[in-house]
């Protein structure tokens, strides 16, 4: 399965897939090697052309270098700074000397000699920014050669003076149908050239997600009270929630790519199929926004 349509990441120049892979599924030993590098290579095979993964997704880095490192020149590749290698913590280090040590380590792991995109992995203030040393830390590292690009995993209220610092190439930012409150931010960003990289894009919309809590994005019951207070299930018309939520954000045209991450090439194939369907009618679109306005998206 090919042709899906790419854009351009912003002032980086990259053409990148609108649909990326997000790798934090491959993080531990549920997903077995087997299971990865087949994964991983299906991912690539079907022309998706943007990975993302961090420095504390477990095995996910030395996973990908393990399994497709031989095909570097098909994909970019996003990693994230500050965090404690391989573990899910949510300690970050935001200090030269950490960030340098963590890109190098990810640079081993990843088999390859320059990251595409590092992105800091705390949305932190402009004072946070200036005082832990983080960009000059990336300045230096690109500068060397390892890191092509820079951005930040942003968040209100934060992301506000990320945005108007006017220094990242790239923004990574949750929004869904069911979670717009950066709609208006995705869209200033993008205006002033920086690209954006959407997670959390299929909203947490499926039942087996709404028992659960994913770090910056929804818990599982709050996507279930809103999805069922905006009675979206009536908009459906054959499509499956995962499909909707997917062509949803798809939609927006600020965004440049949406990570979407799975642990099965058959979740893959989907996500695949719905994608190339493309966006929603415009239509559809303007009915789910009126039916989520006031009610907390």
């Keep these: 399965m090919t042709g899906l349509p790419r854009r351009t990441l912003g002032r980086t120049g990259l053409d990148v897939t609108e649909l990326g892979f997000g790798a934090m599924e491959l993080a531990t030993n549920s997903v077995s090697d087997h299971d990865a590098d087949r994964l991983l290579n299906a991912v690539l095979d079907a022309g ?3 990975i993302d993964t961090s420095i504390d997704y477990g095995r996910s880095e030395e996973r990908i270098g393990r399994f497709i490192a031989h095909r570097r020149s098909e994909y970019f590749l996003a990693s994230k700074c500050g965090c404690v290698p391989g573990s899910f913590e949510h300690y970050h280090d935001e200090r030269p000397q950490n960030v340098r040590a963590g ?21 932190l203030s402009q004072l946070e920014l200036e005082a832990s040393g983080v960009l ?3 300045s230096d590292l690109k500068s060397e050669g390892k890191v092509r690009f820079i951005g930040i995993s942003g968040v209100l209220p934060a992301l506000i003076e990320q945005i108007q610092m006017g220094l990242f190439d790239v923004f990574q930012i949750p929004y869904s149908l069911l979670q717009r409150e950066h709609e208006a931010l995705i869209y200033l960003a993008s ?4 690209g954006i990289v959407i997670r ?6 499926m039942p087996a997600d709404w028992t659960g ?22 908009l459906l018309d054959g499509m499956s929630r995962q499909e909707f939520a997917l062509r949803f954000t798809l939609s927006n045209t600020d965004l440049d790519t949406t990570i979407v991450g799975t642990r099965s090439v058959d979740h893959l194939r989907e996500n695949m199929a719905a994608a190339l369907k493309g966006p929603l009618p ?7 926004k009126r039916r989520m306005t006031g009610r907390g998206a």
């Design 48 to 50: 998706i052309n943007f």
């Design 103 to 123: 890109v190098e380590h990810s640079l081993r792991l990843l088999g390859t000699d320059c990251l595409d995109l590092v992105q800091i992995h705390r949305s």
């Design 136 to 138: 000059d830390a990336l």
């Design 191 to 194: 205006g002033l050239g920086a």
């Design 200 to 205: 959390g894009g299929v909203a947490r919309g």
């Design 213 to 234: 809590h994913t770090y910056y994005m929804l818990p599982g019951s709050q996507a279930r009270d809103r999805w069922e207070a905006a009675r979206l299930d009536e």
């Design 282 to 288: 415009a239509d559809m679109v303007t009915e789910v």
